[in-house]
């Protein structure tokens, strides 16, 4: 079984960071890419950033390019996302995923195409 466990959520001003983090353990499993993804009260879940697991190709929302940025220790089976500017739009529950199958630079956006979440960690931007 494959757990992904994310953490550094919080409350945060308008203008300030958070980094997240992800880390997967247990069964190891063959993984092509890791993503971000976050959901809004009532909104839908929209994609966020990933990055390729035995690359450094990186992908971003358009709206999160230049203040977000994903990155990745493998030593340490843990993903990152640097948050910057936050803005109280970014409020949302952030979610890790991990996609076992090669994906395109657009299906890499489609949450349907990963394989495994994590629990989510809470991102509060107050104004």
């Known amino acids: 079984q494959v757990h992904l466990v994310e953490s550094g959520g919080g409350l945060v001003q308008a203008g300030g960071s958070l980094r997240l983090s992800c880390v997967a353990s247990?069964?190891?499993?063959?993984?092509?890419?890791m993503g971000w993804f976050r959901q809004a009260p009532g909104r839908r879940r929209q994609f966020v950033a990933a990055i390729r697991w035995n690359a450094d190709t990186t992908y971003y929302a358009e709206s999160m390019k230049g203040r977000f940025t994903i990155s990745k220790d493998s030593a340490k089976n843990t993903v990152y996302l640097q948050m910057n500017n936050l803005e109280p739009e970014d409020t949302a529950d952030y979610y890790c995923a991990g996609a076992m199958r090669a994906l395109t630079a657009v299906t890499v956006q489609d949450g349907l195409q990963y394989n495994y979440w994590g629990q989510g960690t809470r991102v509060t931007v107050s104004s």
């Open positions: 247990g069964q190891s499993f063959p993984r092509y890419a």
